[in-house]
């Protein structure tokens, strides 16, 4: 019987940089769901949305089932939610939350073999995406949770403006029930991405993806995202 292990606490505090802190996920699991060569998979740094801190339960269910799979996932704790425990992102701090991501994913880069990918639920994904339109260098393709594609009820306040200079294969996960954008609205936005991409969609979902239970959407979107990824673990 395969035993979840602890996360462990982390961070990186290295003077002059971004402050890093989270959980890190190390690889683990049966021979039957491991991946048949672990350094194929890699790293994934998953941050979390406005509301939220990297103890979300979804982002849990999707480290637990990415490291089960094969990968070192740090759950991490945007610069926002550091300077306070609660409330959302302060007005004008999405550029130190992505300056906050740079830094996770350099320093968790050297801890792991295989490519590395970035990801995050809402408002992280939306800085995640941001980043990485920035400099698709920093990571080899992204996960994105609950895409927030437009304020609920304001659905010409698109926001993927920078959708567009995104280089790196992205797989979106979105729920039916999703006030932030309806499915026929995240199918049309992908259109405006260069880069590979496909989306997941989780039935009767809504922001927070647990219809079903985070559990099963976690496997889910490992399942999806390691064949998109060309990453198969032996049970898939």
Do not use: W
């Not at 683990?28 to 060569?37: E, F, L, N, S, Y």
């Not at 991490?76 to 992102?89: K, M, T, Y």
């Not at 906050?100 to 408002?123: D, K, M, W």
């Not at 039916?176 to 991409?197: C, H, K, N, Q, Y």
């Amino acid at each position: 019987m395969n035993t979840q292990p602890a996360a462990e606490p982390f961070a990186d505090e290295t003077p002059g940089q971004a402050l890093v802190r989270g959980f890190l996920h190390r690889p683990h699991g049966d021979p039957a769901t491991r991946m048949p060569d672990p350094s194929r998979a890699g790293a994934l740094v998953l941050t979390h949305g406005a509301g939220s801190n990297c103890r979300a339960p979804l982002l849990v269910a999707v480290a637990e089932a990415f490291s089960t799979a094969g990968f070192l996932v740090l759950r991490c704790d945007l610069p926002f939610r550091q300077a306070r425990p609660h409330g959302p992102p302060f007005g004008g701090s999405a550029a130190q939350d992505r300056d906050g991501l740079r830094r996770a994913l350099q320093v968790i880069n050297p801890l792991a073999p295989g490519r590395l990918f970035l990801g995050g639920h809402s408002y992280g994904g939306r800085q995640a995406s941001m980043l990485l339109a920035e400099d698709a260098a920093l990571a080899a393709g992204l996960l994105l949770l609950s895409y927030p594609l437009h304020p609920p009820k304001n659905p010409s306040q698109l926001r993927t403006a920078h959708f567009p200079k995104l280089r790196v294969q992205s797989l979106f996960v979105h729920g039916t029930r999703d006030p932030f954008g309806s499915i026929d609205e995240m199918r049309s936005a992908l259109e405006l991405l260069a880069a590979p991409r496909n989306l997941l969609v989780i039935e009767g979902a809504g922001h927070d993806l647990s219809a079903g239970g985070h559990k099963e959407v976690g496997r889910k979107t490992m399942e999806a995202f390691g064949g998109f990824m060309g990453i198969k673990s032996q049970a898939l």
